[in-house]
């Protein structure tokens, strides 16, 4: 007998924040995601790209997400920010209309942490090391850009100095 059809409403995963072996707090799902499921926003104030180089001068930790053309940053508030930097990452984030979601790139199994690469760019700190433990991990959370980026500022900066 065929069994009467599930619910057509799509459940949110249930997510659960706690200590991750990467770094600090991570989410959890405590749902199996299917590959393609939208499993959250990141969610945010928008501010202009200057006023939070200003409000977070001499912070070490921000929770900022470049969108558009990168004029505006949403300041991280929510679980998203939660989401720790994976080189082997399940999700990834994907921009619509101005906001970001974080979706499943592949199958993620009950309890597994969300991970998504960072990329980061545009960034003032000297390193951004990655400590992830993924067998390809590339030891950074800069985006190859980003990298290439301060390749050339250190080469140029070389260059001043010998001719000194
Ligand atoms: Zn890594």
Request: charged share 30%; net charge neutral; hydrophobic share 30%.
């Amino acid at each position: 007998m065929p069994r009467p059809a599930r619910t057509s409403k799509i459940q949110a995963p249930r997510l659960l924040i706690r200590s991750s072996s990467i770094h600090a707090a991570g989410c959890y799902t405590l749902d199996p995601i299917p590959r393609g499921r939208r499993v959250l926003e990141y969610d945010g104030a928008r501010i202009s790209k200057e006023l939070a180089d200003e409000r977070y001068a001499d912070r070490p930790v921000t929770y900022l997400f470049g969108v558009g053309d990168s004029s505006d940053v949403i300041d991280g508030f929510g679980t998203a920010m939660f989401l720790n930097h994976s080189c082997d990452p399940n999700c990834e984030t994907e921009e619509h209309n101005g906001r970001v979601y974080i979706h499943a790139i592949r199958n993620i199994a009950a309890n597994e942490e969300l991970v998504y690469e960072y990329n980061l760019y545009d960034s003032d700190d000297d390193n951004a090391d990655c400590y992830c433990g993924a067998p390809q991990c590339r030891r950074t959370m800069f985006s190859d850009d980003e990298l290439k980026r301060r390749a050339r500022s250190a080469a140029r900066k070389k260059s001043r100095a010998a001719k000194k």
